[in-house]
């Protein structure tokens, strides 16, 4: 009672949502095998919708150069908060807030989603292989959530950092532990693999967030104060539960990998939403006449050229949009039912496919003048 009554009914708050958060996981958890794939889908919905700005959000990091940048700044950061002495400024906070919580929380978001394979043998021919896959991922996000409202808190308010400390100590390794084992299921199981191509590159991701988290653990273990909270109940509840529900992820990944179906589910790598379009009036629809004779749908024939594009010079972010675009788009498409609807769907992607046109114009330019540099190297 004496070392609860530093605390404001906020924090009070805070910690009473923790503990029912983390009863709640266990819950689930143990009884995980009695609920079907409708008592995910909720969640898995959410994530679907917000996934195309999540991989906009993310594909520069997914460069090698951008990941050289990445790695140096780590490294730089680590130093910093090795040596840092005083209170963080508030650029300090803007970009520890960004690097902390919103990229390691946004990848690990996609990850449920990109990775999910589609049908049986797209990754492998063993359980293991699904285990990063939707719904066993989901096992992990009530300690990311969790996780990153502590780190805010503490980026925030020093206050809060001394006062649980601890705490944010064992949740700081818990999230590199999360992290490295998603480098090792790269490198090792290459879990990320699917039908359209090897995302090994994607390591970089978890890596540099584990080397981020590393340098924010050294911060927080640094500033050891005689307000510390030392409660061992909630250090064991963190830890109990997470056991728990890591346990969890095996007998999804079974249920994953049982039930997928065979083969690639039909127009599995088509343009959806584009295709639903063309169901409108075809006064307002035009078409292009093709080399052969026939005719295709004009903004179809856009779409899919530029995707041809990325598809050859751009391979590695065009296997992640299309996997995010194989799992968000059949649901979209399904619900344009009428002509109105497809002239509305049609309507709000010309404004898409006149700034395709654009990018198409340039990449051709910057591809042909490319060629041509090399033609004369050559010669």
């Not at 049908?119 to 996000?141: Q, R, T, V």
């Not at 997928?260 to 078409?287: R, W």
Request: hydrophobic share 50%; charged share 15%; net charge positive.
């Amino acid at each position: 009672m004496r070392q609860n009554s530093q605390f404001g009914d906020g924090e009070k708050m805070l910690n009473k949502y923790v503990y029912i958060v983390l009863l709640c996981t266990v819950i689930i958890s143990l009884f995980i095998e009695r609920f079907d794939e409708s008592f995910f889908s909720p969640l898995k919905n959410i994530i679907d919708y917000i996934s195309i700005p999540i991989v906009i959000f993310l594909i520069p990091l997914v460069n090698p150069i951008s990941q050289f940048i990445l790695f140096f700044i780590s490294l730089y950061f680590i130093y910093k908060m090795i040596f840092h002495v005083g209170i963080l400024s508030k650029f300090e906070k803007i970009f520890m807030v960004l690097i902390l919580i919103i990229t390691p929380l946004l990848s690990f978001l996609l990850s449920t989603i990109a990775f999910t394979s589609a049908y049986k043998y797209e990754k492998g021919d063993n359980w293991l292989y699904y285990i990063n896959d939707y719904p066993a991922s989901f096992m992990w996000i009530p300690f990311y959530i969790i996780s990153s409202v502590f780190i805010y808190k503490s980026i925030l308010n020093i206050n809060f950092l001394y006062k649980y400390r601890n705490i944010l100590i064992v949740m700081l390794i818990t999230l590199i532990s999360i992290c490295i084992w998603y480098v090792i299921s790269i490198i090792k199981f290459n879990l990320t693999k699917g039908a359209f191509g090897d995302e090994i590159f994607l390591l970089s991701i978890p890596a540099i967030s584990a080397l981020f988290y590393i340098g924010f653990l050294i911060y927080v273990f640094n500033k050891k104060n005689k307000n510390t909270y030392n409660n061992i109940l909630y250090i064991f509840s963190w830890l109990f539960s997470f056991i728990i529900s890591t346990l969890a992820k095996y007998p999804l990944a079974q249920n994953i990998y049982l039930y997928l179906p065979e083969n690639p589910p039909k127009g599995y790598g088509d343009c959806f939403i584009v295709s639903a379009s063309t169901k409108g009036h075809s006064i307002l629809i035009g078409k292009v006449k093709m080399p052969n004779g026939k005719y295709i749908f004009r903004q179809l024939f856009i779409f899919k050229f530029f995707e041809k594009i990325l598809e050859v010079y751009f391979t590695k972010s065009h296997n992640l949009l299309r996997k995010i675009y194989n799992k968000v788009a059949p649901k979209i498409s399904s619900k344009i039912k009428t002509k109105i609807q497809a002239d509305i769907v049609y309507i709000i992607l010309l404004i898409i496919e006149l700034f395709l046109y654009i990018i198409i114009f340039l990449l051709l330019k910057i591809i042909t003048y490319n060629d041509r540099k090399k033609g004369n190297r050559t010669e």
